[in-house]
T-cell receptor
Framework: QKEVEQNSGPLSVPEGAIASLNCTYS??????FFWYRQYSGKSPELIMF????GDKEDGRFTAQLNKASQYVSLLIRDSQPSDSATYLC???????????FGTGTRLTIIP | DAGVTQSPTHLIKTRGQQVTLRCSPI?????VSWYQQVLGQGPQFIFQ???????GRGNFPDRFSARQFPNYSSELNVNALLLGDSALYLC?????????????FGDGTRLSIL
């Protein structure tokens, strides 16, 4: 079992719709959860981070965390073509800085 | 404020050579981490340094080494390069070790081994 799992996609969503990206993790000791966006040929860019169970909203983005189910998700509302990218889920245990990444989900917003 | 800066942006080497990659963290950030990202995969953790001390090491061979300087900048060294070392090498900085603050990535160094 991979430590952090994501559907590789591609996930195609019409412009203006809600894109839902999912991530599961295996280590119950994980404490911090991050979503990064990566455009082709570029480096990862931090979108959201969440530490507590529940929802965290920032503009069009909402991160959701359920530690009991070991599940974290990212919702993108009013999807735009510029949201087309690979979205990386990353998990960090407490006490160190090491991020464990999933393989990423490729999202395509269709105009 | 400047973000994480890495140099060089691109590098081409041949098998067996050695390479040094450089990273300057965001001003005020004391922790630097290095990651390797091969095409189609997520970044893999190589090292973390905080206050010039190694605080974490990933599952990479001893050919990989790193250090952090008093100004918190860092270098990653890779010896005896192999074709499989071709990847995007990413540096990330954060405010402190286990600070619970997110890491921010530089633009990376794309290393190609011929």
């Amino acid at each position: 079992q991979k430590e952090v799992e994501q559907n590789s996609g591609p996930l195609s969503v019409p412009e203006g719709a809600i894109a839902s990206l999912n991530c599961t993790y295996s280590d119950r000791g994980s404490q911090s959860f991050f979503w990064y966006r990566q455009y082709s040929g570029k480096s990862p860019e931090l979108i959201m981070f969440i530490y507590s169970n529940g929802d965290k909203e920032d503009g069009r983005f909402t991160a959701q965390l359920n530690k009991a189910s070991q599940y974290v998700s990212l919702l993108i509302r009013d999807s735009q073509p510029s949201d087309s990218a690979t979205y990386l889920c990353a998990v960090r245990q407490g006490g160190n800085e090491k991020l464990t990444f999933g393989t990423g989900t490729r999202l395509t917003i269709i105009p | 404020d400047a973000g994480v800066t890495q140099s060089p942006t691109h590098l081409i080497k041949t098998r067996g050579q050695q390479v040094t990659l450089r990273c300057s963290p965001i001003s005020g950030h004391k922790s630097v981490s290095w990651y390797q990202q091969v095409l189609g995969q997520g970044p893999q953790f190589i090292f973390q340094y905080y206050e010039k001390e190694e605080r974490g090491r990933g599952n990479f061979p001893d050919r990989f080494s790193a250090r952090q300087f008093p100004n918190y900048s860092s270098e990653l060294n890779v010896n005896a390069l192999l074709l499989g070392d071709s990847a995007l090498y990413l540096c990330a900085s954060s405010q402190g070790s286990a600070s619970n603050q997110p890491q921010h990535f530089g633009d990376g160094t794309r290393l190609s081994i011929l």
